[in-house]
């Protein structure tokens, strides 16, 4: 299966910008000069931010150009503190758009009576949590970018619970290096504990104040601003706190793992 499957021509990619900071810094370092010259030939995705990138296939390589960036450089590189920016309701991308490794006629069905979601690892509080149990934490929402790896980005906007809030709850070890998410449909994928703990990263219930649909990851999504989409896990069944590297379905593949800004 090609990576770049899709080249949707109707969204815009606006936002990326600390993804490239990230990248100009790299530049500077001459034992990646030649990982920087490619990524020079790229054109720079800061000066096309802003664009119209629709049908620019330089999108698709820059991305991926930057998806080498080394895991440790990128997790140097986090700031807690930075917020990915929010956006108002009227920017919101309408239908948003649906993602997965397979088509939208096989997305998975997850019951909602029967479903419990599962934490495990280094994790000494409550192991099994029911939907209403989710749906009863305070909850906040964010209007945010979603940018994917195959060339296109839409605003979207999301409800649920603060993952830090969440694991906190959960007895989670926050010195621990990994959260892994696993996933109804086999995908899963691993954050570090600082992406974890960003006020920002939400463990979405609900999408456009309903509940989230099957398409957008019904019964929940981990929806990280600061992250591309990939990195973004939608129906998840199981989460565990980890120091041993998880992986994910795409890192496996080449993506790069921090995936991130
Ligand atoms: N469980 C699961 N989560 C997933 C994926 C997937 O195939 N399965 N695809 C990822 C990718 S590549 C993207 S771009 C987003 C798409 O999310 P959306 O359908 O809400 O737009 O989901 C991410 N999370
Ligand atoms: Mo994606």
Redesign the pocket.
Known sequence: MSLFKKKPSDFLLTHGDSIIKDAQRELKNPARRLLGKRLLTLGGIAMLSGCDLSNDKSVDSALRQISFFNDRVQGLLFDPNEMAPTYPESMITRP???????DIDDVPEVDAATYKLQVSGLAKGKQTWTLDELRALPQESQITR?I???GWS?I?HWGGVRFSDFLRRAGADTSAKYVSLH???N?W?SIDMPTALHAQTLLTLTYDGDVLPP???FPM?LRMPTKL??K????IVAISVTNTYPGG??ENQGYNWFGGS
Do not use: R
């Open positions: 948003f758009p649906f993602n997965a490794f397979y979603h994917c790896i195959e839409a979207g996933c109804a449909d995908y994928t398409k957008y990851g999504k989409g990939y973004n896990p939608k129906h379905y795409w």
